[in-house]
């Protein structure tokens, strides 16, 4: 899961103030495994850590509230505050990342708590250069990786790596694991790179390439990075998936429709035949410098950057484009309990839920961003977290928790 990101936004009430309250109130929801992409029960994915416009102008939707989102109050943070990662590996045992004492212009210090059962509780961190990925798959199992560095703790202390050596120019975006085996992605000196390992001992495995690479999840033998690339001639980017096997080294770029502007943020796989992969689709094509650094820059104004909602599936044969219910906004994170049961989330509180047919839409009202959503395993519970006001001098962590026993309301 990324844990360094900036406002992605899912809009979906622009122009119509009260169409996003119905019944109940601040919602609740995540948990699940890993902070990249899990598999099987309690799948869970990761956010984007790269920078996103804010979304413009958009058709009014409405989206019902579901009381069966609950706001769950967190560990107290001083300052402006935001959560942006959710990890969950079963009822009792949950962590939340972020960032406190922020601002506008700051995105603060890097925080992070641990859901005990009862209630979150703020535990202490390894010093990092900078924020990356987060993942676990237990207590003592949590891997951090910012700035060139990368920190595993085993449930008594924090052992820090250095994969480039003392590097200024290469810094981790995202980080999973899978049975002690470490995928991470990141960008330097204007490229993304890939690199693996286990016990220490990291083998670079993609060195640099064109693309952005938003999200790695690694499970049950497998990886997947998500992300986008430049269309020809530099006409704007499209969708970008690449697999690699097991321990091999080797990485495979899989065929996806030519989505003109479109960027995947977020993977989750249930199993190495079912995988989603979400995101968004940019009005216009997109700008292709995100995806090729050799493609001459383009700035758009955050009004302008009008964006659908995107999600995509793997079947074991082909990624195929899904229908979703919204027809505006930006997908930031996936995860799923199983084949029938997959949830995304994005901006202002708006979760997309597939029941193994087709896509339905909820929120919960009067909250913020989400910024991460998980399967809680051994429960049909989800959590979220995000922000209120993000990127202000205001901005206000949440965390909320999704009853999902009984009939879905």
């Not at 079963?90 to 962590?95: L, V, Y």
């Not at 990356?132 to 207590?139: N, Q, V």
């Not at 097991?246 to 989750?268: C, F, I, N, Q, Y």
């Not at 708006?350 to 991460?372: P, Y």
Request: hydrophobic share 35%; proline share 7%; charged share 20%.
């Amino acid at each position: 899961m990324k844990i360094a990101q900036r406002a992605a936004a899912l809009v979906v009430c622009v122009g119509l103030a009260t169409a996003c309250s119905g019944p109940g109130g601040p919602g609740s929801a995540t948990a699940g495994r890993g902070t990249g992409t899990a598999t099987g029960p309690g799948a869970t994915a990761s956010t984007s850590a790269n920078p996103l416009p804010e979304a413009g102008p958009s058709p009014a939707q409405r989206v019902d509230s579901s009381p069966r989102w609950k706001r769950v109050r967190s560990a107290p943070l001083t300052g402006a505050s935001r959560l942006v990662d959710v990890v969950a590996t079963g009822p009792g045992a949950a962590w939340a990342v972020g960032f406190a004492d922020g601002a506008e212009d700051d995105e603060g210090v890097t925080v992070m708590q641990r859901w005990n059962g009862r209630s979150w509780k703020e535990v202490p961190l390894p010093a990092l250069s900078g924020s990356g990925g987060f993942d676990a798959t237990g207590p003592d199992d949590l891997w951090f990786a910012g700035g060139g560095e990368v920190s595993h703790w085993d449930g008594r202390r924090w052992t820090t790596r250095h994969p480039f050596g003392i590097s200024d120019d290469k810094h981790f975006s995202d980080v999973s694991v899978d049975d002690g085996r470490a995928v991470l992605i990141g960008s330097g000196q204007s490229r993304s790179f890939i690199v693996a390992g286990e016990n220490g001992r990291f083998e670079l495995q993609i060195p640099g390439r064109d693309g952005a690479f938003n999200a790695v999840t690694a499970r049950a033998g497998h990886a997947w990075v998500v992300g986008a690339k430049s269309r020809e001639s530099c006409a704007g980017v499209t969708p970008m998936v690449l697999h690699s096997r097991a321990k091999d080294s080797t990485w495979e770029e899989m065929r996806l429709p030519d989505l003109p502007g479109g960027s995947l943020r977020a993977v989750v796989q249930i199993s190495p035949t079912d995988v989603w992969a979400v995101g968004e689709i940019v009005q216009g094509g997109g700008e292709p410098y995100e995806a090729d650094r050799s493609c001459p820059e383009s700035y758009q104004r955050p009004e302008e950057q009008v964006t659908t909602p995107l999600a995509v599936h793997w079947d074991g044969r082909a990624w195929r484009r899904m229908e979703l219910p919204l027809a505006s906004g930006r997908l930031t994170s996936v995860t799923a309990f199983g084949p029938d049961d997959v949830w995304a989330a994005g901006h202002e509180a708006a979760f997309l839920h597939f029941d193994g047919r087709k896509w339905s839409a909820e929120s919960a009202s009067g909250t913020g961003t989400v910024k991460a959503v998980a399967a809680i395993p051994g429960t049909k519970d989800l959590w979220a977290v995000g922000a209120i006001d993000e990127w202000t001098d205001q901005g206000q962590d949440f965390v909320l928790r999704r009853d999902g026993r009984g009939p879905r309301g």
